[in-house]
């Protein structure tokens, strides 16, 4: 089949596309960004571009949106438009999504209330060396010291942590540090590694919204937030509301673009506040995503489709502790990712989240959270 050039002005990106893409989706394979608001499906008339280059012509249906002025100079509809030319595309200002300011609040805020109680805990463990009259297994001798600091709990390791277990014990002395998650009634030891590290402990909370995507780099001993970083969510391309989003994800190969799209998002702003702040990827252990009961679906890979459907019912509304590398999330291989619950089919873990963060929870008097976002949710209650 044959492959066209594709160059999107102002941005100056570009993508070779077989014949017959749509303009949309060679905007998507170059990293352009442009309206989707009904995902594709030509009827909002968002995705208006210019051919400045080339020969491509609007269809019938997209005429409607334009003035004989406009077909003149070469105005079409990204989404129902195909590409048989190599072409030279202009996004006007009103198609393109970078304009607005995404709010990201404060960084460096206060210290966690009442201590931080972090998803993977930092040990250092300093432990006497095996001798004739203690000569248990490294793995029990890992776990009785961590029997000693933490309390009385079962720990479980993964066979690649196991397996590198006895020579970083004795090359460290048998000083190290465990990495430990919750895990059910007991804990899941992540990594061992040599020395004291606990002072690179790091996490990260993201609020996968359907509009912006934030990030806060989160120091874990202390819960304070050493950084902030917001970015538009890429899935707009595919639908700038969730209907448009589940009807694309729920087309043949339609999931994995569209989940592929926030994990960049994901990624992208790890980069960002690791370069900001001078860490690695590596001493990030941890992280929590929340959003609405769509977002969080699109984000482990889950379709989607019966959310929209009568009787409303997602896939999960409880969703399983992962290694965040599991879907492409580039933290500590051994980093794990925690996607908070839902409560229904249109009310998510971004609830949740608001629910733990304004302490309604803990206070018996009631109180209220109103979200007012791009769905809009109030939850009242008391502890
Ligand atoms: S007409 Fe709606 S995205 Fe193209």
């Known amino acids: 089949m044959a492959k066209y050039m594709v160059s999107f002005m102002p941005t100056n990106r570009s993508a070779m596309v077989e014949e017959g893409t749509t303009i949309a989706e060679a905007a998507r394979q170059a990293d352009v960004f442009i309206k989707n608001l009904c995902g594709g499906e030509g009827v909002c008339g968002q995705c208006r571009v210019q051919i400045t280059s080339g020969k491509a012509e609007a269809d019938e249906q997209a005429r409607a949106f334009f003035s004989e002025e406009e077909i003149e100079r070469g105005y079409v509809l990204a989404c129902q438009t195909e590409v048989h030319d190599n072409l030279e595309v202009l996004i006007p200002p009103e198609t393109r999504m970078e304009g607005a300011k995404i709010m990201t609040g404060e960084a460096a805020g206060p210290e966690a209330e009442g201590g931080a109680k972090p998803l993977v805990r930092k040990i250092f463990l300093e432990m006497p060396e095996p001798t004739l009259e203690d000569n248990i297994s490294d793995i029990e001798r890992v776990s009785r010291e961590l029997r000693r600091k933490i309390g009385w709990h079962s720990y479980e390791i993964s066979l690649s942590c196991l397996r590198r277990l006895s020579e970083k014990l004795r090359d460290s002395q048998f000083k190290v540090t465990a990495s430990v998650a919750k895990r059910g009634g007991g804990y899941k030891i992540l990594r061992i ?172 008097e009631v109180r209220g959270l109103i979200d007012i976002g791009t769905n809009g949710e109030i939850a009242i209650g008391n502890n």
Do not use: W
């Open 193 to 364: 590694d040599p020395g004291d590290t606990t002072s690179s402990h790091y996490g990260l909370a993201v609020d996968v919204g359907t509009t912006t995507v934030v990030a806060q780099l989160v120091e874990m001993s202390t819960g304070r937030i050493l950084g902030v970083s917001g970015t538009h969510n890429l899935q707009a391309s595919f639908g700038e509301d969730v209907i448009s989003r589940i009807i694309y994800a729920c087309k043949k190969d339609g999931l994995g673009p569209v989940h592929e799209a926030v994990i960049k998002n994901i990624n992208q702003l790890i980069d960002d506040l690791t370069s900001e702040k001078n860490i690695s990827r590596d001493d990030i252990i941890a992280m929590v995503a929340a959003g609405n009961t769509t977002m969080s679906h699109l984000l482990l890979g889950l379709l989607p489709c019966s959310i929209r459907l009568e009787p409303y019912v997602p896939t999960a509304d409880i969703y399983p502790q992962i290694y965040a590398r599991e879907i492409g999330v580039q933290i500590n291989p051994e980093g794990i990712l925690e996607t908070l619950p839902s409560v229904a089919s249109y009310v998510g873990g971004d609830i949740v989240a608001g629910v733990l963060a304004c302490g309604i929870p803990d206070h018996p």
